[in-house]
């Protein structure tokens, strides 16, 4: 059974999709069962979403009681069956986050665990730069650029809409548990979907830096996507277990 949580509400201040193109036959020993990736191009899809929120808090509340915070979701896009049906989203398989509250209640209260992290914001002139520590060392992230016109050249989609539709499609979201093979679902429901490019100048991401995970040229960057002033809620989803078959 999900998780029985009321919808959570509030605004996306700002998210930055990172992504990559990633060997599938090493994102394949990545992603746990009943996962398997999606490909793009004969290309696995993988990166890191940098989301800002605020005014978060149960839809029946108030915008004034919501409470703000920088979160990070290493994610990988990926296809699984449920019921004889196939299903998309990703697979989730490390949150960190700025807010206290989000590290206590995540994984008990609300799904997914949340890591304790640092985040260093920088937001000018249609420049960004968000950069993250997590305490416990093992994660940092950094990536910077400006709003631009289009897509890199080497990106697999082949233009905004086609970048943009696939990531709307990925609005469900299931999370690693401290209970293996376990994972919580966590839908996004956007009241609105507007994506702009951002060039990079600089980006780096220690989980996919790992070449013990991912082994060199496996992971190569693709695009980053910028979005903002977003509303949106959160549902929670049906967990999926690695031990039924035909996940349900």
């Not at 509340?61 to 290493?74: C, K, L, Q």
């Not at 896009?77 to 299903?87: C, F, I, P, T, Y």
């Not at 914001?121 to 990536?143: I, M, P």
């Amino acid at each position: 059974m999900p998780m029985k949580i009321p919808a959570i509400r509030g605004v996306i201040d700002r998210r930055i999709l990172v992504n990559f193109q990633v060997d599938p036959e090493v994102l394949s020993k990545v992603v746990p069962d009943p996962f398997s990736p999606k490909l793009v191009g004969g290309s696995g899809i993988a990166g890191v979403c940098l989301i800002r929120m605020k005014e978060i808090r149960p839809r029946v509340f108030p915008s004034w009681v919501g409470i703000s915070s920088e979160n990070a979701a290493h994610r990988i896009a990926v296809e699984w069956s449920s019921l004889g049906q196939s299903h998309e989203g990703v697979y989730i398989p490390r949150r960190d986050t700025s807010s206290r509250l989000n590290t206590l209640v995540g994984g008990r209260l609300f799904p997914g665990l949340h890591h304790p992290a640092r985040f260093e914001v920088q937001e000018a002139d249609g420049y960004y730069s968000v950069s993250l520590r997590s305490k416990d060392g093992d994660v940092r992230v950094e990536v910077a650029g400006r709003i631009a016109s289009e897509l890199p050249r080497e990106s697999v989609f082949g233009s905004l809409e086609e970048a943009s539709g696939f990531f709307e499609r990925g609005s469900v979201g299931y999370s690693a548990t401290e209970d293996a093979g376990r994972f919580d679902g966590l839908e996004l429901r956007s009241f609105s979907w507007r994506v702009e490019p951002l060039a990079v100048e600089r980006v780096y991401s220690s989980f996919f830096s790992n070449e013990d995970i991912f082994p060199k040229g496996s992971v190569r960057f693709d695009c980053a996507l910028l979005m903002h002033g977003i509303e949106h809620e959160w549902h929670a989803r049906e967990p999926l277990c690695q031990c039924e078959p035909d996940a349900a």
